[in-house]
Structure formats: C-alpha cells, structure tokens
C-alpha cells in the first residue's frame, strides 16, 4: 500500500468512526430514554413525596382525567381545573370515591384572561402542592389552511394560544415557587408529537406545543439544581374527545394505557413520546428527514394531512 492509500484509509476510517460515533452518541440515548429505562427500570421518582397536593388542568377527560386518577392511585390529593363545574364534581366523587382522596374543583375557562389565575391562586392557598400538570388544551376541529381557520373564527388564534400556551406559563408561575421554595416538586407539560415533527394544516396546534417543549427543556435547566423535575410529554394520536378517536389501537391507546407508560419515563427524560408506539412514529419522521430531506418529510406529511382535511370537510357536508 502506497502512501496515499494508506492516509486515505486512515481518513476513511476516521471518517467512519466519528460517523458510527454520532449514530451512538443519538441512538443509545434514544433506546435507553424510550425502551430500557422505562421498560426495565420504570420511574424512580416518588410522586407521593413531592407534596400532598397534585393540580391537573383539563382533567374532566381524556390524558387529564388519566393523570389524575393516576396520581390518586399514588395517594395524592387533587385540584381538578377545567371549564365545566358540572363535569369537575363528576369526576371529582369519581375518583374520589375509587381512590379513597380528598379532590377539589376549580372552575375556569383557560381561554379567558389573567384574572383566572387570581382565582386559581385563592383557592390553592396554603396547599402542599408536589405536582403540577398543564394538560389543558385546545386544537383545531378539523386541519385546515392558516388563513381559512383565522378567517371561520377570528377568536380562534387569541383562544388556542391562551389555553396552549399562558396556561403553561401562568401556572408554572403560579406553582413554582412553593416547590423551589421545599426543593422539591414535578411539573408535566403536555405537548404534542405534533410540536416536534412537520405539521402543516395544524399549524398554529403545532407551533404552541412546540413552544411547551422549548419552555419546559430550558426551565429544566434553570430549576435543575433547586430540585424540580420538568418533563415535556408529546403524545400523538390517543383515543381521546380531541382527537376523534373512539376506538383504541396499538398506535392509539386509551388514555390511561398511555399515561401509566408516560408515567414510567418521568425522572429518566426531559422530553418524552410517553409511548414506544409513539416515540418510533417520531423516530421514522426523523429519519426520513435526514435521508430522503426535509422537504420531502414535509410533502410526505403535507399529503396524508390533507387526506384528512378532505374527509373532515366531508362529514361536515353530509351532517349540514
């Protein structure tokens, strides 16, 4: 072997180890965080010890009431917030009869203004608060076009930017402090899959729970050290009220399904699927974005959104 071959070997054998390195440095990570800490391990945080008190927002269904009848089943006490009084007291003696738990109700609608919080903030004074979960939210009733969603509600941009992304922000202010206060306490923030993958035709859904997931990965850093655990959860599709799904699925679970799996994750990642099902959908995305290219990622899922656009818009047709 000649000179030239020789350093040309020794390059591509640099070039292969630092690529093999890169794929490691992502991959085993990602297995760890989704398959074998969960899996194998499950969570090591103990929720019970954070506080006597748990706060859930949009918990009269779906991930929220999943959340909240989970934690119960761990012995917390709950502050059940959402909009209708009539479904908090509902679920409220449901749970509350099952688990054997003291829960309160607080009746708020998350698309109005700041002086919600004043009232959030009279009836949990003097309450232990451990945890805290920003679930509320709200999406669009069908994919449609930035501009044609604006112009058939034009409350719409202030409403879903109010319940998606000022209640993450006001509660968490509202609740830190008593936590770093004790050094202790767990705030879940829901997102969206939606949030980390290409979304178009949801847009402005996507663009919030990207938001809760940058807001939530740079709190974690800042609140780190004083003993707070933030975590960003991103489910995709759940068999829930918002996203239409009646019938579970493997790729669709039931709320609770999903939320005991996104519970074990909690102390092992900042930033989460939940669900394995979930988190290989993500991964496939990715992927398809570093080989095939972003845009044709984006083409990809520009299509199959619009697919269901068509079928939505149809339905309407026919009940009309």
């Known amino acids: 072997m000649d000179e030239n071959s020789r350093v040309l070997s020794i390059l591509g054998g640099i070039a292969i180890s630092i690529v093999g390195f890169q794929i490691c440095r ?12 969960p899996q194998l ?3 090591s945080v103990n929720l019970a010890k954070m506080g006597d008190w748990a706060v859930i927002t949009g918990s009269t269904d779906g991930i929220g009431k999943a959340y909240a009848r989970e934690l119960a089943r761990k012995g917390l006490k709950l502050v059940l917030i959402s909009r209708s009084l009539d479904k908090l007291k509902t679920v409220a003696k449901e ?7 003291e829960v309160r109700v607080i009746d708020v ?15 949990t004074t003097g309450l232990d608060v451990g945890v805290l979960v920003n679930n509320v939210g709200i999406s669009y009733d069908h994919p449609e076009y930035f501009l044609d969603c604006c112009q058939a509600d034009p409350k719409f941009l202030r409403n879903i930017v109010s319940a998606n992304i000022h209640s993450v922000t006001h ?12 050094r202790k306490g767990v705030i879940i923030n829901i997102s969206s899959t ?17 938001f809760v997931n940058k807001f939530s990965d740079d709190l974690q850093t800042e609140y780190k050290s004083k003993g707070i655990i933030i975590q960003s959860v991103q489910p995709g599709f759940v068999a829930t009220n918002m996203s239409k799904i009646r019938k579970p699925s493997v790729f669709a679970p039931t709320p609770e399904t999903y939320v005991k799996s996104a519970l074990a994750t909690l102390g092992i990642a900042t930033q ?3 669900y394995l099902p979930h988190a290989l959908l993500q991964l496939v995305i990715h992927f398809t974005e570093a080989v095939l290219g972003e845009q044709f990622a984006r083409n990809l899922v520009l299509k199959s ?15 009309q």
Do not use: H
């Open 26 to 37: 992502k991959v085993l990570p990602w297995i760890y965080s989704n398959m074998l800490g």
């Open 41 to 43: 391990c499950g969570s």
């Open 95 to 101: 749970i509350g009869d099952e688990f054997g738990v």
């Open 109 to 123: 609608d998350f698309t109005a203004g700041a002086e919600i919080y004043e009232k959030i903030r009279e009836q």
């Open 171 to 182: 509660m968490t202010a509202l609740f830190m402090p008593g936590m770093v206060a004790k």
């Open 194 to 210: 939606a949030g980390v993958i290409p979304n178009p035709l949801l847009s402005v859904y996507s663009s919030t729970k990207a």
């Open 272 to 274: 989460t699927a939940g």
């Open 305 to 319: 959104i619009a697919d269901t656009r068509k079928r939505a818009l149809r339905r309407q047709a026919k009940q």
